[in-house]
C-alpha cells in the first residue's frame, strides 16, 4: 500500500511538471506568433512611413505609441509581453517536439483528461487505503485478544504440564523404591528358600506324610510308603515354602517326641568323647599304635559279662589318662625349646 502511494504521487508531481511545461511551450508558441504578427505589421509600417527615405524611429520615445497609416499601435510592454510569449512557446515546441499550435493544444487537452483520471485514481486509492487501515486496526485489535487469552492458556498448560511431571517424578521414586524393596524381598525370599532346603536336607535322615490329619512317620532302615515318597518329592519339586517348613516342622515335632525317653547329657558326653578320641588318633605319631584286645565270648552267666565290660572300660580310661598326660609333656616341652631359642637369639 506505501509503495502504491509512493508511486501514486511520484506520478502526479511528472504530469504536473509535464503539464507546466506543455503550457510554457504553448505560451512560448503563442507569444512566436504574436511576434511574427508583430514584425510582418512592422515591416508594413516601415514601408509605409518612409516615402522620402526619412526614418522617424527617434522620435519615439519611451511610453510614446508608434502610429502608422494601418491604425496599428503596440507599446513597451506589450512588446515585453510577446517577447516572453515568445519564448514561452519556443519552450513548449521543444518539450513537446510539436510545431502545430492545434497538436499542441490537443497534448494539453489529453494531460487534463490524464489528471482527471489520476485524481479518480488517487480517490479509489484513499478509499482502499482507509478500509485497509480500519482492517489492520480490527486485525491488531484480534490479534491483541489471541496473545492475551493465548498467554493465559500457555501458562494453564505450562502448570498442568509441571504438575504431571512432579507427578511422574514421584513416580518413578516410587518405583525405584518398590523396585528396591522387590530386590530386598527375593534376596530375602533366596535366603529363606536356601535356609529352608538346608533344614530339609539336615532332617532328610526322617521321612514323613500327612493325609487329612493322618501323621506316618518312618525312621531310616524301614520301608517307604511310594506314596509317601511320591508327595514329598512333588512338593520339593514345586518349592513350595509353606508345605517345605510344615513337613520340617513335622518332622522336628515328631523327633523331639521320640527323644523323650533318651538321656541327652549322656548322649553329648559320648559325642564328646568320641570327638575328643578321634582328636587324639590324629595327633598321635605313626610308630604310636594302640593295641586293640580280641573279644573273648563269655559262657557263663550275664553277671560275669558285666564285669569284664567294667575292667576293660578301667583300662580305656587309664590309658587315655597316660596319653592326656605324654601330650601335656609334649606340648611342654616344645615351649621350653622355643623360649631357649629366643634367648639364643
Given at each position: 500500500m506505501k509503495f502504491q502511494e509512493e508511486h501514486t504521487t511520484n506520478e502526479r508531481r511528472r504530469r504536473e511538471i509535464e503539464l507546466a511545461n506543455m503550457k510554457r511551450i504553448a505560451e512560448g508558441k503563442k507569444l512566436a506568433v504574436d511576434r511574427s504578427d508583430y514584425q510582418q505589421g512592422r515591416e508594413s509600417l516601415s514601408?509605409?512611413?518612409?516615402?522620402?527615405?526619412?526614418?522617424?524611429?527617434?522620435?519615439?520615445?519611451?511610453g510614446e505609441r508608434i502610429s502608422g497609416t494601418g491604425g496599428i499601435s503596440i507599446t513597451?510592454?506589450?512588446?515585453?509581453?510577446?517577447?516572453?510569449?515568445?519564448?514561452?512557446?519556443?519552450?513548449?515546441?521543444?518539450?513537446?517536439?510539436?510545431?502545430?499550435?492545434?497538436?499542441?493544444?490537443?497534448?494539453?487537452?489529453?494531460?487534463?483528461?490524464?489528471?482527471?483520471?489520476?485524481?479518480?485514481?488517487?480517490?479509489?486509492?484513499?478509499?482502499?487505503?482507509?478500509?485497509?487501515?480500519k482492517q489492520r486496526d480490527q486485525l491488531q485489535q484480534e490479534f491483541e485478544e489471541l496473545k492475551y487469552s493465548g498467554e493465559t492458556e500457555i501458562e494453564s498448560t505450562n502448570q498442568v504440564i509441571k504438575?504431571?511431571?512432579?507427578?511422574?517424578?514421584?513416580?518413578?521414586?516410587?518405583?525405584?523404591?518398590?523396585y528396591q524393596?522387590?530386590?530386598?524381598?527375593?534376596?530375602?525370599?533366596?535366603?529363606?528358600?536356601?535356609?529352608v532346603d538346608h533344614i530339609y536336607d539336615k532332617l532328610s535322615f526322617l521321612n514323613m506324610h500327612i493325609t487329612k490329619g493322618i501323621e506316618h512317620f518312618h525312621k531310616d532302615g524301614e520301608e517307604k510308603d511310594e506314596e509317601l515318597v511320591v508327595d514329598e518329592q512333588n512338593i520339593i519339586d514345586n518349592s513350595d515354602i509353606p508345605e517345605i517348613l510344615k513337613i520340617c516342622n513335622n518332622k522336628l515335632d515328631e523327633l523331639m517326641s521320640s527323644l523323650n525317653d533318651v538321656n541327652i547329657e549322656e548322649q553329648l558326653n559320648l559325642i564328646e568323647q568320641e570327638e575328643f578320641y578321634t582328636k587324639l588318633d590324629s595327633k598321635l605319631p605313626e610308630n604310636n599304635i594302640r593295641i586293640q584286645f580280641p573279644k573273648v565270648k563269655n559262657e557263663g552267666n550275664p553277671d560275669d559279662d558285666d564285669g569284664g565290660a567294667d575292667d576293660n572300660e578301667v583300662l580305656t580310661r587309664?590309658?587315655?589318662?597316660?596319653?592326656?598326660?605324654?601330650?601335656?609333656?609334649?606340648?611342654?616341652?616344645?615351649?621350653?625349646?622355643r623360649k631357649k631359642k629366643r634367648r639364643v637369639r
Open positions: 514601408s509605409a512611413n518612409v516615402p522620402s527615405g526619412s526614418v522617424q524611429g527617434d522620435s519615439i520615445g519611451t513597451e510592454e506589450q512588446q515585453m509581453k510577446i517577447s516572453k510569449y515568445e519564448e514561452s512557446f519556443k519552450t513548449i515546441k521543444e518539450v513537446t517536439g510539436l510545431s502545430d499550435l492545434d497538436q499542441i493544444v490537443k497534448r494539453f487537452e489529453s494531460q487534463g483528461e490524464t489528471l482527471r483520471n489520476l485524481n479518480e485514481l488517487k480517490d479509489k486509492a484513499e478509499e482502499q487505503c482507509q478500509k485497509l487501515r504438575q504431571h511431571q512432579n507427578e511422574a517424578q514421584i513416580e518413578s521414586e516410587r518405583r525405584i523404591k518398590c524393596n522387590l530386590e530386598n524381598a527375593n534376596h530375602l525370599l533366596i535366603q529363606c528358600k536356601t535356609g587309664a590309658a587315655l589318662k597316660k596319653q592326656a598326660q605324654q601330650m601335656v609333656e609334649m606340648r611342654n616341652k616344645k615351649r621350653q625349646t
